[in-house]
């Protein structure tokens, strides 16, 4: 079982709102759709869809998707934003409920994407390598994954040692008038082993002022791309690119980000 026992998304459907409202650059979803050049109603499983950002615009585009989340708030919003989509389109996605790490992934796909940092997600290095063997099984041969997450060599960055900085996320003010705040504070770290615990609290007030509190503990471990390029030939990939950004800049130690393309053998 995981040490991380909630899910920071799930405590309330204006969180999803939120989500929306803050995420919705989709510089991945066009650097993603140039690998995708020539493809034609590919079969792809997309393990974190979150509330659809990637996955409605490749149903678009003719593809079909099975998207897979732990947060009921962040499906019930895609479901929404589905069912305004044509039939045709509505008929290319389905979306299930399960925590990826538990579950078995199920099996016959031509791309799994693990794309906007999903690893951040999760809790240890375990967590994670698991998602890449998961993802191995879920490819039929010759077919890709896409691996697209922040970058963090070495030793845990100073900026996730300081046990003064509250950082603040997925916070703002909602259609309906609710009001979210959600902050984050480390208190534990391991700088040798990249993992850094986090407290993180939600206030949520209504309109009519009546405010709701949650307070959770959060562990994450910022994956190498060490790691993701040992994971994936261990399982069974053959990588293609690595690139460093979503501008298509090669990746090199000093990039933003390490976003890999690769090819099940
Ligand atoms: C940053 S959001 C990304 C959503 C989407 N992929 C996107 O690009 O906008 C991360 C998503 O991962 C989901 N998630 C976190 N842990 C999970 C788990 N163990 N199993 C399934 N989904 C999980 C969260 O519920 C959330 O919707």
């Not at 499906?75 to 538990?102: E, F, Y």
């Not at 199920?106 to 693990?114: A, M």
């Not at 993802?135 to 996730?160: F, Q, T």
């Not at 209504?206 to 959060?218: D, M």
Request: proline share 3%; aromatic share 12%; glycine share 6%.
């Amino acid at each position: 079982m995981s040490i991380n026992q909630h899910n920071l998304y799930d405590f309330d459907i204006h969180i999803a709102e939120i989500y929306d409202m803050q995420e919705n650059n989709t510089k991945d979803v066009e650097f993603l759709r140039n690998f995708l050049h020539g493809k034609t109603r590919l079969n792809i499983l997309e393990p974190f869809c979150g509330t659809g950002r990637m996955l409605i615009p490749l149903a678009l585009e003719g593809h079909s998707i099975l998207g897979i989340d732990q947060s009921q708030a962040m499906l019930q919003l895609a479901q929404k934003k589905i069912k305004d989509l044509s039939d045709d389109v509505q008929k290319r996605i389905r979306l299930q409920w399960a925590d990826v790490t538990v579950e078995n992934w199920p099996s016959g796909y031509d791309l799994v994407i693990l794309g906007f940092n999903c690893f951040y997600e999760l809790a240890t290095a375990e967590e994670q390598e698991l998602c890449i063997y998961q993802a191995s099984r879920a490819c039929k041969p010759g077919a890709y994954i896409y691996v697209d997450n922040d970058h963090m060599e070495g030793e845990l960055d100073a900026a996730w040692q300081d046990m003064n900085h509250k950082y603040v996320y997925l916070s703002g003010i909602c259609k309906d008038g609710y009001q979210i705040k959600n902050t984050r504070k480390t208190i534990w770290f391991d700088v040798k082993q990249r993992l850094a615990r986090f407290e993180r609290r939600y206030q949520i007030t209504s309109p009519e002022g009546i405010v709701t509190e949650y307070q959770f503990t959060q562990q994450k471990h910022p994956v190498s791309k060490v790691e993701v390029q040992t994971w994936l030939e261990k399982h069974g990939f053959e990588i293609l690119t690595v690139y460093g950004d979503h501008s298509g800049n090669p990746y090199h130690h000093n990039s933003p980000k390490a976003i890999f393309w690769a090819r099940k053998r």
